[in-house]
């Protein structure tokens, strides 16, 4: 199993903007929360750490949080994926996001384990 504390994400609706041509592109508010997730997962050295097949993914939110708990997984999603620690979404078999009162801050707490193990 595998915790890493990041700040609140975004929502799925922030993400990404569309070009006037066509085509997608990161928004500040994603780009910056990237930023400072990178900085998180080095920091808490995540990175050393993968799971190669299924797993499963949990997101918990502060209560206080005002971000549809549905809408928030992608971003910490992608982020899981960029760092390889873990190989795909497709993988995923199971993702949850919930509200904990134990959380207080701006934070969230990501935890991913093996699909079977958790």
């Not at 041509?21 to 400072?36: F, H």
């Amino acid at each position: 199993m595998i915790t890493i504390i990041l700040p609140i994400p975004p929502s799925l609706h922030q993400l990404y903007g569309v070009k006037k041509g066509g085509g997608k592109y990161l928004t500040s508010a994603y780009r910056a929360w990237r930023r400072e997730a990178d900085w998180r997962i080095a920091e808490q050295r995540a990175q050393k750490s993968a799971i190669v097949g299924p797993y499963t993914f949990q997101l918990t939110l502060p209560m206080h949080c005002r971000l549809d708990p549905d809408n928030a997984l992608k971003a910490p999603m992608d982020l899981l994926v960029r760092w390889n620690i873990t190989a795909d979404d497709r993988h995923c078999k199971s993702a949850t996001a919930v509200k904990s009162r134990d959380l207080t801050g701006n934070d969230c707490v990501v935890t991913i384990a093996e699909w079977g193990t958790a």
